[in-house]
C-alpha cells in the first residue's frame, strides 16, 4: 500500500500550484483522509483533511486561498493552492488510512499510510 504525492516545484509568491495525490496497493478500504505540510525544522502540520459527510476543514493559515478535493473511487485527492506566500520550503504529505477487517465481526485494523511528499518552495 501506498501514497504517491506530486506536483510540487519552485512557484513565486501569489502564484498557484496543484497538487495531486494518489493512494493505491489496497484490497480493502483505502481513504486518504488529507493534506499536511512540513517546513524544515518545524512539526507536520494539519493544512485540510476530508470529513466522512464529505466536508473539508482547513487550517486558518490557508483558508480562502487552498481548496482540497478527493475522489474516493480512485484513490486520489488534489489540492490546489492559490495566492501562495514567501513562506519558504514545505514539504506536503497526503494521509490516507487503510482498514482492514478484523476477525470478528465489526473489528478492522486501521493502517495510517503517507506518502514521501512533494516540496513546495515559494519564492519572494
Known amino acids: 500500500v501506498k501514497v504517491v504525492e506530486s506536483g510540487g516545484g519552485l512557484v513565486q509568491a501569489g502564484g498557484s500550484l496543484t497538487l495531486s495525490c494518489v493512494a493505491s496497493g489496497s484490497s480493502f478500504s483505502l481513504n486518504v483522509l488529507g493534506w499536511y505540510r512540513q517546513a524544515p525544522g518545524k512539526q507536520r502540520e494539519l493544512v485540510a483533511s476530508?470529513?466522512?459527510?464529505?466536508?473539508?476543514n482547513y487550517a486558518d493559515s490557508v483558508k480562502g486561498r487552498f481548496t482540497a478535493s478527493r475522489d474516493n473511487a480512485k484513490n486520489t485527492a488534489y489540492l490546489q493552492m492559490t495566492s501562495l506566500k514567501p513562506d519558504g520550503t514545505d514539504v506536503y504529505y497526503c494521509n490516507a488510512l487503510e482498514r482492514v477487517p478484523g476477525s470478528r465481526p465489526g473489528w478492522a485494523y486501521e493502517y495510517d499510510i503517507w506518502g514521501q511528499g512533494t516540496q513546495v518552495t515559494v519564492s519572494s
Open positions: 476530508f470529513s466522512s459527510s464529505g466536508g473539508t
